[in-house]
């Protein structure tokens, strides 16, 4: 670890929290309606669905449209990639996309999850990149921050369990939020070198006299919101270590902070809305707290290395250290600091895109981005799912406070009783289920073991990540596991919808639970939310609840291989 590294960890921290306050405002204004710049626009496109935007939906309706929009989009979606052979806007010819694969690929961007098993070059023609999955970048970044404003919603008014309307939500996410800023930030990106086009793939020369195909697109636009809608679907199999999607180091700088913004922001929108900007602070430090441990860690065992790679002549049991760190799977222009900051953001946002790969990291560095996901989308999480997952898990946090001191357990004057513990424990019980249920599948069938590149704890620490990244929503791998298969396709494609839906439905109950109880006035034996204590105790929470679930299979994968690498055993 260097000084350097830890300063450039310093100020991508001072520039997030630099800008929490003012975009929070603005998605205040976005979500109650204060811009009204696109109204026309609005108007003709509720006319269009034929929708009401004034109606205050129950919260079975608000479901209800968020799972209706969602399954017809993926419909499309999937018909659109097996068709993109008679498409337009297909220079290469590429074929349709086997049906196994338009199945997970449209479950995967319909759930903000953008899994790839696929390369992005050689697989999916211009048209199906933009209108398809660019589409579902903005989409279902809007319908998850519409889900988390909800929530809040339920939280701080009294309205027999009505949370908003979905698709006044949606719209206004849309065309007040993610396409203007993600206009102004494909700017930034064209300027620094992404390449935005509709030409043919480039042959090229290389020094040694081969031929080499470059892929060309129009990637600009598509990182943009590939970032902010923390959806990580990159428009190549790189991703972001490849050179035309994030070629210098202020493109770096700008996807990350572009990963943490919304997020961070809603943390101050929430605290406004709850008219308790305290909490909402509160809120916010919790996430940091989890945010600059993970860094942390990853930067130590990444800095640390390898003991086997160690200077000639030296023991390798007894090296403590590799003098030049690990950079197996790192590009050069980022190094070990960039790497390992990215790594931990991508994976703490349920983005998925990487700008190292995570299949190479060390045990424990790999151990912290498997970890990030399994906290449940918390420490700033994806658009809208970081807050009204961590809100879950304040209410938990509350409701074991409240079981402390002997009181009902009280949240912003809303008392919390059976039925809001019950949906809180649904939420986090359903991932922690699908995860380990399904990995288990994978590790006693022939055709799950068959996709392993990797054998011993580090091959199931593959399995281990793939299931959790996918019901996290994330998109992002350990690179050594072959999921191009009818058992991964279908099995993860599934998850990412399980991942989604079973959880945002008992969220969205418990909203509706919260709208329809009134308020009451704090008292002395109100927890408060606001204190040091409380950080305290809902970080506590978080790594009891979500952490120690997964302690068993962590410690068969990523733990047990790290005492195995210092012994000097690799796999």
Not at 272 to 295: C, D, E, S, T
Not at 312 to 320: T, Y
Not at 361 to 370: A, K
Request: proline share 4%; with cysteine; charged share 10%.
């Amino acid at each position: 670890m260097t000084a350097n590294g830890w300063l450039q960890i310093a100020f991508y921290s001072a520039v997030l929290l630099l800008v929490t306050k003012p975009l929070g405002i603005y998605v205040l204004k976005v979500y109650d309606g204060s811009f009204t710049w696109f109204r026309p626009v609005e108007r003709l496109l509720y006319r269009a669905a034929g929708v009401d935007p004034a109606e205050d939906q129950h919260w079975t309706h608000y479901a209800g449209a968020m799972l209706i929009f969602s399954a017809a989009s993926m419909l499309l979606t999937y018909a659109v990639l097996r068709l993109q052979h008679v498409l337009p806007l297909n220079p290469q010819g590429l074929a349709a996309v086997p049906d196994r694969q338009a199945f997970e690929t449209a479950a995967s961007f319909t759930t903000n999850t953008n899994w790839q098993s696929y390369v992005g070059e050689t697989t999916m023609s211009y048209f199906s990149q933009m209108t398809q999955l660019a589409f579902h970048n903005f989409m279902s970044a809007a319908a998850g921050v519409a889900v988390a404003v909800a929530f809040a919603r339920g939280i701080v008014r009294r309205s027999a369990g009505r949370l908003g309307n979905f698709w006044a939500d949606l719209v206004r996410g849309t065309l007040y939020l993610f396409l203007p800023l993600s206009a102004l930030l494909a700017l930034l990106f064209v300027q620094q070198g992404v390449i935005q086009n509709f030409a043919h793939y480039v042959t090229v020369t290389t020094v040694e006299g081969a031929k080499q195909i470059l892929a060309m697109g129009p990637v600009a636009s598509q990182e943009a919101i590939k970032q902010l809608g923390t959806n990580g679907g990159g428009f190549f199999n790189a991703n972001s270590a490849h050179p035309f999607e994030n070629p210098t180091p202020w493109t770096n700088f700008w996807q990350i902070l572009a990963i943490f913004a919304i997020p961070a922001a809603l943390t101050y929108t929430y605290g406004r809305m709850a008219k308790n900007q305290k909490h909402g602070w509160a809120l916010w430090a919790a996430m940091y707290v989890l945010f600059i441990g993970g860094v942390a860690t990853s930067y130590w065992a990444e800095a640390r290395g390898n003991p086997i790679h160690a200077a000639r002549g030296v023991d390798v049991v007894a090296s403590a250290t590799n003098p030049g760190g690990n950079m197996e799977g790192k590009e050069v222009r980022f190094g070990i600091a960039n790497s390992a900051l990215y790594a931990t953001i991508t994976t703490d946002a349920s983005c998925g895109c990487v700008n190292s790969m995570h299949d190479s990291f060390t045990p424990i560095g790999g151990l912290v981005p498997l970890v990030n996901m399994q906290l449940g989308e918390v420490v700033y999480g994806g658009v809208g799912a970081g807050l009204y997952g961590m809100l879950v898990m304040v209410i938990l946090t509350v409701f074991i406070a409240g079981l402390m001191v002997g009181r009902t357990p009280e949240y912003l004057g809303k008392k919390i009783q059976a039925r809001e513990v019950q949906m809180a424990m649904l939420y986090v019980l359903v991932f922690a289920g699908v995860v380990l249920t399904l990995s288990a599948i994978a590790v006693v069938t022939p055709a799950g073991l068959k996709g392993l590149n990797n054998a011993g704890p580090h091959g199931l620490s593959e399995i281990i990540y793939a299931f959790t990244s996918t019901a996290a929503n994330n998109g992002s791998a350990f690179a050594g596991l072959t999921g191009s298969t009818y058992f991964y396709n279908t099995l993860l494609g599934l998850n990412t919808l399980i991942g989604r839906f079973a959880m945002q439905v008992p969220m969205l109950a418990l909203a509706g639970f919260l709208a329809e109880k009134k308020i009451v006035p704090e008292s002395a034996g109100t927890f408060p939310v606001t204190t040091p204590l409380f950080g305290v105790l809902l970080v506590s929470v978080i790594l009891i609840v979500s952490a120690l679930t997964f302690f068993p299979a962590l410690s068969l994968g990523p733990i047990v291989e790290h005492f195995l690498m210092q012994a000097g055993r690799l796999f």
